[in-house]
């Protein structure tokens, strides 16, 4: 397969790991909006409240009892999915520096030999050829437009793929 090909299928598959990170975030965002807003809405409810009646006291606390138990179940639940979207990423983080190389020495020092290169030589050493690789840097601008554009078509038609 074509080298440029599987970087392109390893990005789209990290935009799909970013979206469905994305979807789990904003779930939770979701759901901390709304006990923020249940909270809110309680508190306004007991805002005039002072005492309560002496007869009505036990089932208010048993009714508050079991709030405060499905309080915690949403705590964990919310701690549950902070952990796992945080776990996924720092493997996202991990995934992307361990696949993709860093490329940023290429804008300052050229290739020495490509692995194909090396190919190429060894397979002429055993026909008992003497040829070498002989390399010579030119500028991007130098370079015919009509060149760049030869490749580009070339690439994109031999992994049949023009939408690219």
């Known amino acids: 397969m074509d080298p440029f090909e599987c970087s392109k299928d390893r990005v789209r598959q990290i935009r799909d790991i970013l979206e469905k990170t994305q979807k789990k975030l904003q779930e939770a965002s979701n759901t901390i909006e709304d006990a923020a807003r249940k909270s809110r809405g309680i508190e306004k409810r007991l805002k005039n409240v002072q005492a309560l009646p002496t007869a009505d006291a036990p089932s208010l606390l048993e009714t508050l009892t079991i709030s405060n138990g499905f309080r915690q179940m949403e705590k964990k639940s919310l701690f549950k999915k902070i952990a796992i979207l945080s776990f996924l990423g720092i493997m996202l983080f991990v995934a992307l520096h361990f696949f993709y190389p860093d490329v940023s020495t290429l804008k300052k020092n050229n290739l020495r030999k490509t692995a194909f290169m090396e190919y190429r030589e060894e397979e002429w050493r055993r026909e008992g ?36």
């Open 129 to 164: 050829k003497n040829y070498r690789v002989q390399q010579t840097w030119v500028p991007y601008r130098a370079i015919s437009p009509y060149l760049v554009k030869a490749v580009l078509i070339g690439r994109m038609t031999s992994s049949g793929s023009m939408k690219d």
